[in-house]
């Protein structure tokens, strides 16, 4: 059995079953008119793919945390965070509770920007 990391929620079976919903919808972002949709009708394209009220939630407040927390996968989510001009620097930062400018700079500090 795998050891729970401290504030991190891990994305496995579970979890995939629980976002499935959420990440389908991310997924449908690839296309243009999907995310031009998206932001015409927010509730209605959330109510389209029947997320939970949880996952809806997280979405309306753009809560990254709480999107995984609701079985978003990062990779996926990184496509709504786009629709709202986010990169996946911002969701780290939101990940870590840091500024952007502040996550940035430990990526740097650690080689890895």
Same mark, same amino acid.
């Given at each position: ?15 995939? *079953?629980?976002?499935? +919903? ?17 932001? *015409? ?14 996952? *809806?939630?997280?979405?309306?407040? *753009? ?6 927390? +609701? ?30 400018? +502040? ?11």
């Amino acid at each position: 059995m795998s050891q729970p990391i401290p504030g991190t929620t891990l994305f496995d079976g579970a979890q995939a *079953r629980k976002g499935y +919903a959420l990440n389908k919808m991310c997924f449908s972002f690839n296309d243009a008119a999907n995310r031009d949709a998206f932001l *015409r009708d927010e509730e209605g394209y959330c109510a389209r793919y029947r997320l939970t009220p949880e996952q *809806r939630e997280a979405v309306r407040s *753009r809560n990254v945390l709480a999107m995984i927390a +609701a079985g978003g996968n990062v990779y996926y989510l990184a496509k709504l965070a786009g629709i709202f001009g986010l990169d996946v620097q911002d969701l780290g930062a939101q990940q870590t509770g840091m500024t952007k400018d +502040a996550f940035k700079a430990k990526l740097v500090e650690a080689g890895r920007a």
